[in-house]
């Protein structure tokens, strides 16, 4: 007994031995040569694919560095897998600003994980910048939430212009839609709904799943009874799979939007292409698989800095938009941190970022202006539709607005 | 939420969907049976080496070859796996607690896993089963061939395996080295090796099971888990000994489940799984040893 | 004998003393997470009172965490009637809620033995992170329910990391002394009975249906406070902030730092939260091996890493620390053989 109990203190003392106590620092995260930022996205489970976002970013940090930084400062990133669960994001979160001690969180992915932290990021005054999800509230509850601000364009943006367009263009439109049973997906609707304006009984049913579930083909059954010729997939990763499949299967052909994040290339070109086809979208970002931006200058910068300074990369990579809006996301970044100026406080990053007039992001589609105010924190407020055929996507039309 | 009324085609839609879910948990607790039944031991790994499995297949197509051409190769793969993890991995614990042994099956899970997002990655993938997606019609209802095609497989198994056990020496030796390991090992039954084959024959089950229903939900490595679970909960429901048990228990579990989830509004598809818990508990109080397994009658 | 006790009590106030003064030497952070080893430790106190007590399996006892957890939860954010009730308060009624539920899940286990136990509790585990997805007005759904952070109360100077692990680690002390006492007491006697041979423990007049279910109801408090701290220590809950495999982490733990051994139990809830949360550093350390140059952050590396671990110890275990876990089991795998 005695034995296990020196055997227990032995462990503790290593344990305690090997906790480096970090420095407080004058603004944690910053030092004369480093610049320290975190981030909490899916490396593993589900979404472990938008996980790319992350890695693309880590590319361009790199980038960066080896043309000096920003003021001389060499910029880090830590990002930590939470396998879009938000229990393990505010356990990644807590860890980044006490433990790693970052100067702020920005780019963490998931609507959910970003609401679990969101509170805690305010209360510890640590800026979340640049939410990777189009959730409303990330950029209109400033008022109770001033660390934060989101990037991509909002859901219930989207939703409305797949309304709106419904109502130009489709006659007599019988609309199904398939989301998922969260705050995404229902964002979503509700903007549908909004753009539909009076004709919102358009909708003649509606379904939600559970992303517990094994298969969405029972959901779209039940759609398909309802004689729909138009469906809303709004749904994530292998669910939106399992719906053009069901689709497919039952010999369905409806006009199909799909909601941008489960729009990535990769994702459409496995899917039935008879249900694929003409399918409907919206795009803020150079698709790098798209054959318009095949000799663009910015997607070949991109494809340059991935294979110079992507870890781990595969040919596959190169044509995979999530890396390309993690550029996206990274170019704004450090355009706010040369705009936070030298002197560098969590204050001053937040300020930047609540002014921003940024014109020329590489990586974006040519005239999008990521243009913010401390009363309008939506970044990417532009957007153009797009429709699929031939294996991918072509934007069609101008650019267009979905700022709410 | 905005449901469709009830239509005579909609409902068997469902119920065809249905019994194909069914058919892939009877698989999958089949396999669960036969390594119980045969080493008193639950497979927590049973979902893992099944998607192990079906991307073996996966690769094996991808580098050209058909799927009737990959199928008898990764059976035999799947196999000499489900032996060499029994031998392996299993036989040292072999007399140790119970529990000790679910937990090396869970590791092993872990592991599986693991193992298969290192080798092939996370991605989503397409599956080209053996059945063309056409649909055809059945007395009006349009259905699916590839629906069709997974129950008929099943049932083949079921029965070959039906066969396996009551008429060959083989057989009869796997069923009375799980029923009596000292009697039969004087009998000179290697009883060792008799665990070994259940396990390799409960890992082909899976590895059919993985490419049955691959083609429909998309190959991930996390494909198994949630079938994984509704196959316990079948195992369970038509007894754990008994593989005419779980055969039922999946059908009736994969039916229930779509209709309720369909057609009882309060349900929905968040409280399916709950749903199948109560009906279980329900069943397990009434019979405790499942719908048709062995009591093992204890009176205190 | 009287030496043995003292020797031990020496042990045990040794022990005390190093966890109390811990915090004053290590980082803050750090203690946070002795802090969350503290609560999966009184989960596993809770766990060992009932398998290696009365026997009985569970492979559900996450759902029991959750259901403290989430009346923490509910309870400090909405309230009742609009008014919240201070995190502390809500840590007993956390835990009397899971132990109740404890109790309603131990009536029908009384029906159901060995594997068919454990799999129904299992099958609770999966089945109840399903219910706040549901009655998601009530329970937050997928988004979950924030919690106000936790404060030192009274003004207390110290960080909120260290008021949580004194909290927990005081906490832990009580429900230690606790079931210390029901051990050597009539009714844990009567739990030893149960355990060894239901058979006898009936002939001998103990009624198995009311120490069973107590069983139940007890480890379920326990589990239902760990949930209650947890709660309050990441201001967040939400399905998955208590997973399915928690329920399997647990059992884990159990087995892996062994019953009736304090340090044991410490050890498995050291062991439950390292995997969960290092297993990246454990890429780290197996790369300085000649042969291996694994990339930690590669998805799939740290589920390898775990399963090996679990397989490796198990394997090792079986003998050692199994010895206590044998003794434990070994009615329960002969009432598996059992055929009428």
């Known amino acids: ?30 030092s004369a040569t480093e610049i320290h930022l975190g981030s909490s996205v899916p490396l593993s489970g589900e979404a472990a694919i938008a996980g790319n976002v992350a890695r693309g970013i880590d590319a361009y940090f790199k980038y960066v560095n080896d043309k000096g930084g920003v003021f ?89 212009l797949y309304g709106r367009y419904v109502v130009k263009n489709v006659k007599k439109p019988k609309i199904a839609v398939l989301y998922q049973n969260d705050d995404y997906g229902r964002d979503l609707l509700a903007g549908l709904k909004r753009g539909l304006g009076a004709r919102a009984k ?34 994530f990763g292998k669910f939106s799979l399992q719906a053009f499949n069901a689709v497919s299967r039952l010999a369905w052909k409806p006009q199909i939007f799909v909601n941008d994040v489960s729009s990535a290339s990769a994702l459409m070109a496995i899917v039935p292409q008879k249900a694929a086809n003409g399918s409907i979208s919206i795009v803020f970002g150079k698709d790098p698989a798209a054959p318009l931006w095949r000799n663009d200058k910015g997607i070949k910068l991109f494809q340059s800095i991935l294979k110079k300074y992507g870890s781990s990369v595969n040919s596959r990579d190169l044509q995979d938009g999530y890396f ?33 007039n940024e014109k020329g992001n590489p990586f974006v589609l040519p005239g999008i202006v990521i243009r913010t105010t401390p009363s309008s924190r939506f970044p990417l407020t532009q957007v153009r539709l797009q429709r699929w055929s031939n294996n991918s996507w072509h934007p069609f039309g101008k650019l267009i607005s979905a700022k709410p | 939420m905005v449901v469709a009324a009830f239509t005579w085609t909609e409902f068997a839609q469902q119920l065809a969907a249905g019994i194909r879910e069914g058919a892939i948990y009877a698989g999958l607790a089949l396999a669960i049976v036969i390594i119980y039944r045969s080493t008193r031991v639950i497979n927590f790994a049973q979902g893992e080496m099944a998607t192990f499995t079906t991307f073996i297949a996966w690769s094996l197509m991808n580098h050209g070859l058909s799927f009737w051409t990959a199928f008898p190769i990764v059976l035999a793969i799947a196999f000499t796996g489900g032996v060499a993890i029994e031998r392996i991995v299993i036989r040292p614990v072999e007399d140790a607690p119970v529990l000790t042994i679910v937990i090396v099956t869970l590791g092993l899970a872990l592991l599986l896993n693991g193992l298969t997002s290192v080798i092939w990655g996370g991605a989503n993938r397409q599956f080209h089963g053996p059945f063309s997606t056409r649909t055809i019609d059945v007395a009006g209802v349009p259905v699916s061939v590839q629906d069709i095609g997974i129950v008929l497989v099943s049932i083949g198994l ?54 049955m229903i691959a083609p429909v939900v998309f190959l991930d490595p996390n494909m198994m888990q949630t079938i994984l679970l509704y196959a316990f909960a079948a195992a369970v429901l038509g007894g754990l000994d008994s593989p005419l048990g779980a055969v039922v228990g999946g059908i009736l579990l994969g039916v229930t489940i779509t209709l309720l989830g369909r057609y009882v509004g309060f349900l929905g598809s968040t409280l399916k799984l709950p749903a199948a818990l109560m009906l279980i508990l329900i069943v397990l109080l009434v019979r405790p040893s499942g719908l048709f397994g062995r009591v093992a009658v204890r009176r205190v | 004998m009287r030496s043995r006790l003292w020797i031990g009590l020496a042990g045990f106030a040794v022990l005390a003393l190093v966890i109390a003064a811990l915090p004053r030497f290590i980082s803050d952070f750090r203690a946070r997470e002795l802090a969350i080893v503290g609560m999966y430790f009184i989960a596993l106190l809770g766990l060992s009172v009932l398998t290696g007590y009365s026997g009985q399996i569970s492979l559900g006892h996450g759902a029991f965490m959750a259901i403290g957890g989430y009346t923490t939860a509910v309870l400090s954010v909405d309230g009742i009637y609009g008014h919240q009730i201070r995190d502390l308060w809500t840590i007993p009624i956390a835990g009397m809620v899971a132990g109740v539920a404890g109790l309603l899940v131990g009536l029908p286990a009384l029906r159901l033995s060995g594997l068919y136990l454990a799999l129904i ?9 399903q219910l706040p997805k549901k009655f998601d007005q009530f329970l937050g759904g997928t988004t979950g329910k924030i919690l106000n952070l936790a404060k030192p109360p009274f003004g207390l100077a110290t960080t909120a990391n260290n008021w949580i692990y004194y909290l927990t680690w005081g906490i832990a002390l009580v429900l230690l002394v606790a079931a210390w006492l029901l051990v050597g007491s009539k009714a844990g006697r009567a739990l030893k009975a149960v355990r060894d041979s239901e058979v006898a423990a009936t002939s001998s007049g103990v009624s198995l249906a009311t120490y069973k279910t107590l069983a139940f109801g007890i480890s379920a408090f326990y589990a239902g406070i760990a949930g209650s701290l947890y709660a309050i220590a990441n201001a967040y809950v939400n399905p998955d902030v208590f997973p399915i495999i928690l329920s399997v982490y647990l ?10 051994s304090l340090v044991g139990l410490i050890a498995g809830a050291g062991l439950i939260y390292f995997l969960q949360n290092h297993a990246d550093s454990v890429a780290g350390w197996i790369n300085h091996l000649p042969v291996f140059n694994l990339d930690p952050k590669q998805p799939g590396i740290p589920s390898m890493i775990f399963g090996v671990v679990l397989i490796v110890v198990m394997l090792l275990v079986p003998t050692g620390v199994g010895g206590l876990v044998r003794r434990a089991f070994g009615p329960l795998t002969s009432r598996l053989y059992t055929r009428s």
């Not at chain 1, 390309?324 to 970022?353: C, P």
């Open chain 2, 158 to 211: 079921v029965a070959v395996l039906a066969l396996f056990f009551r008429f060959t020496k083989v057989g009869l030796a796997l069923r009375a080295a799980a029923v009596n390991p000292d009697s039969s090992r004087l009998v000179g039954i290697r009883v060792g090796w008799t665990f070994a084959l259940g396990w390799g024959i409960a890992a082909v089950l899976g590895a059919v099971a993985g490419m």
């Open chain 1, 1 to 30: 007994m005695g034995g296990r109990i020196i055997f227990a203190c032995a462990i503790v003392a290593a344990v305690a031995a090997t906790s480096a106590g970090a420095r407080p620092s004058a603004t944690p995260g910053v």
């Open chain 3, 251 to 260: 059992v884990v733990g159990l087995a892996v730092g062994g019953l009736e």
């Open chain 3, 121 to 129: 509790t299992f099958g609770i585990a999966v089945s109840l992170p």
């Open chain 1, 202 to 235: 358009s909708i003649v049913a509606s379904v939600g799943y559970d992303p517990t579930s094994a298969d969405v083909q029972p959901q779209v059954t039940q759609l398909k009874a309802s004689k729909a010729n138009v469906l809303m997939v709004f749904a």
């Open chain 1, 324 to 356: 390309t809006a993690g550029m996206a996301t990274a170019y704004t970044m450090v355009d706010t941190l040369r705009k936070a100026g030298k002197n560098l406080t969590r204050q001053s990053v937040m300020n930047a970022a609540t002014h921003l």
């Open chain 1, 72 to 160: 001389g400062r060499k910029l880090t990133l830590t990002y930590l897998d939470d396998g879009y669960d938000p229990g393990r994001a505010v356990n990644n979160t807590i860890r980044l600003i006490q433990q790693e001690q970052v100067l702020a969180v920005f780019s963490s992915l998931g609507t959910s994980n970003n609401l679990a932290v969101r509170k805690l990021l305010n209360d510890a005054k640590v800026p979340q910048l640049y939410v990777s999800s189009g959730a409303t509230t990330f950029g209109r509850d400033y008022k109770k939430y001033p660390w934060t601000i989101g990037y991509i364009p909002p859901y219930s943006e989207e939703g409305e």
